[in-house]
């Protein structure tokens, strides 16, 4: 028999994030979330940068459940909205998770604005029993279509081109959205560190 994998709990209960860093990892460890958890509690977010974030949401998590522990703290940021909507990402449209909201407030503060340059940024802490074990970054430069274009991905995918395409991440596919990703650069160091511990 093969040996049992390890377990990576994702400290989300963004059944799309879970599944984008499912599809990355591979088969290097069995990756399942809070979703599977139904007894945790709720992790207030209550910091203003996505490390203060992704720090609470690992440690908090990693004092409830053995094993280890990846969270994930990420969003936009808008040149012309002075970062916005930052750390507020998700729930920019007035409505936590609301990605159609949350596309039609962008779309509507950004009328008029020549300038569309813009980044998603992702932030991920390890943490177990308690200790954040270490924290990675990654971003992805781009910029603000004048509409949303394609069906694939999620949250402000439709509306975002990333450097050197002319496609939406929602019209690019997941393979090559996660090869150039926020998400995809962060997990790639996640990856890096824990195959160096083991």
Sequence with gaps: MPPELPVLIVATRNAHKTQEIR????????????????ALPAIDETGTTFLENATLKAAGISREVTGLILSDDSGLEVDALGGAP???????????????????????EMAGKTDRAARFRCTMVLAQGGQVLAYFSGTVEGRILEAPYGAGGFGYDPLFAPEGHTQSF???????????????????KVIAWLEARD
Excluded: T
Excluded at 87 to 106: F, Q, T
Excluded at 170 to 188: D, F, I, Q, W
């Design 23 to 38: 599809e990355m990892i591979g088969d290097r460890y069995k990756v399942l979330d809070v979703n599977d958890f139904p």
């Design 86 to 108: 930052g750390v507020w990402s998700s729930s920019y449209g007035g409505e936590e998770g609301n990605h159609p909201k949350n596309n039609a407030r962008l779309m509507a």
């Design 170 to 188: 929602a019209e690019l596919g997941p393979e090559v959205k996660n090869a150039l990703s926020h998400r995809g650069r962060a997990l790639a």
